[in-house]
């Protein structure tokens, strides 16, 4: 499994308490704009906004703000158009960087990230220069408390999920994304509440890097995350758990 997954689960755990709540809306709101912008409307059509949607829910989002955010996105309401640009570069160690923004000005949001990237070690790449290295997938966390291993493997594979794995406290589940709802429905139908379900990029293979690469590099990602313009950040570094663990508290 990827370094990207098990520091994105460690945040969700946190997401709940999180004191940037407002940062954290302003995101999922521009998920779900951009989410209904490019399939509709029609959540039982539309696997990703289906998935915005649910996570804003779980977020506590106001019914009101999620139902503006979709007509906006499906051009009911006027305003600036959102788009979704990815932007690819190079971490310490070269690892691989993949940026997801969801912007209204595309010279404010490369200027942003480059800016990090640049003053951090990295460095901008020209379109295409890693995001062959990875495969987009589903990803669903489920906490190894909530059920036996074994159980949840036949819940998974019966419905088409691709892998399994204990990552410290959590069973992470990688689909294609052709079979990452009905995966995710399968798990729900027998009571068990994802920590984390998300489309996500999980690299081919992964840069290990030492515990000074390793804290510097998480530095860089909470940075971007931290632009108002970024969605997801995308690594191929492979981290030590207890570092990413540190980081997170």
């Keep these: 499994m990827s370094g990207h997954s098990k520091w994105a ?7 709940a308490t999180d004191a940037k ?10 998920e ?23 996570n804003a829910k779980s977020a506590n989002m106001p019914a009101n703000t999620i139902d503006r955010a979709v007509k906006k996105g499906s051009g009911e309401l006027g305003g600036d158009m959102i788009e979704e640009v990815t932007y690819e570069g190079y971490g310490l160690g070269g690892v691989a960087i993949l940026v997801v923004t969801a912007t209204d000005n595309r010279n404010r949001t490369v200027s942003e990230v480059r800016a990090v990237l640049t003053k951090n070690g ?10 062959w290295m990875f495969d987009k997938k589903g990803l669903i966390a489920i906490p190894a ?9 036949d819940i998974v594979l019966e419905a088409g999920a691709e892998d399994m794995s204990l990552e410290d406290d959590v069973f992470e589940i990688i689909t294609s994304l052709e079979d990452f709802e009905q995966v995710k429905e399968a798990i729900e139908k027998r009571g068990l509440e994802p920590a984390m379900a998300e489309l996500t990029m999980i690299p081919q293979s992964t840069v290990k890097l030492d515990a000074e690469q390793s804290r510097s590099m998480l530095k860089v990602m909470e940075r ?3 632009l108002e313009d970024v969605q997801k950040v995308y690594t191929n570094c492979d981290i030590a758990s207890e570092i990413m663990e540190a980081m997170a508290e």
């Excluded at 689960?9 to 997401?15: D, F, S, V």
């Design 9 to 15: 689960t460690i945040k969700h755990k946190k997401a």
């Design 21 to 30: 709540r407002g940062k954290l809306f302003g995101k999922i709101i521009k």
């Design 32 to 54: 779900i704009t951009v989410a209904a912008r490019l399939g509709g409307g029609d959540m039982d059509a539309n696997p990703r906004l289906r998935t915005a949607v649910a």
């Design 122 to 131: 990295g460095s901008m790449g020209e379109t295409g220069c890693v995001n």
């Design 145 to 153: 408390e909530a059920i036996d291993e074994a159980e949840l493997m």
């Design 224 to 226: 971007l995350e931290d």
